[in-house]
């Protein structure tokens, strides 16, 4: 499977606020390869990956990283968006979720939002972290964030050093227009951490 300059990206804003990880309560969604996942648990937080029910190689390349990353005891779930399922149903409380390149069809944007605002209503403090590759100028996720009351929080790339064509030995980034944005629920404290963790890093 590929690692997706989306999750480069990820990952650097990860390792960037690396010092607020340890204990925190992580979900990857839509993971593959898991690189945000991986470099969050090698940080100290307690991860969990996911990736589509229907897609038994994708979470395969989730187990896979992990045993590579000596990571054995990071679980793997099945969450496909859109669904609630049973394993929805029973997540433990999260502090963040990551995506890293879930917006890449626009088919899927609505029950990718759906799946956040189940989740950010269960921890209403959760933030999704989250970067995508501007493939079309046409595609727009504002209309869905206020229909399910969600806000979002647009991350510069500068303020976290990924503004540069090559990152963390990857020149993937550079080739492409990455950004990322952070979503919380419109009607809660969840910028507060976001806050917390921009300050750290000045
Ligand atoms: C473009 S890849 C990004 C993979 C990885 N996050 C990265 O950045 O390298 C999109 C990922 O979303 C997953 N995916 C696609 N449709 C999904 C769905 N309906 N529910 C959950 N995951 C899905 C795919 O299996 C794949 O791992």
């Not at 229907?54 to 990283?65: A, G």
């Not at 502090?95 to 189940?118: A, H, M, Q, R």
């Not at 229909?147 to 963390?168: Q, R, T, Y």
């Amino acid at each position: 499977m590929y690692v997706w300059p989306c999750a480069v990206v990820l990952a650097q804003y990860l390792w960037a606020h690396r010092q607020s990880l340890p204990e925190k309560r992580v979900l990857e969604i839509g993971a593959g390869v898991s690189l945000p996942g991986v470099v969050a648990a090698r940080c100290g937080a307690q991860v969990i990956l996911s990736d589509s029910e229907e897609l038994p190689q994708c979470l395969q390349s989730c187990r896979s990283s992990c045993l590579m990353n000596h990571l054995p005891h990071v679980p793997v779930l099945g969450l496909t968006w859109g669904r609630v399922s049973p394993e929805l149903l029973s997540l433990a409380p999260i502090d963040i979720i990551l995506g890293s390149d879930v917006f890449f069809d626009p088919k899927d944007f609505e029950d990718i939002l759906t799946t956040i605002y189940f989740l950010l209503e269960k921890n209403p403090r959760a933030q999704f972290w989250t970067t995508y590759q501007v493939r079309s100028a046409d595609w727009s996720i504002e209309a869905l964030l206020h229909k399910w009351n969600l806000k979002s929080i647009h991350v510069p790339l500068h303020s976290f050093g990924a503004d540069k064509e090559h990152l963390a030995s990857s020149s993937m980034p550079g080739r492409h227009t990455i950004e990322m944005m952070i979503i919380s629920l419109a009607q809660s404290e969840g910028t507060s951490l976001y806050s917390t963790l921009d300050c750290s890093t000045r």
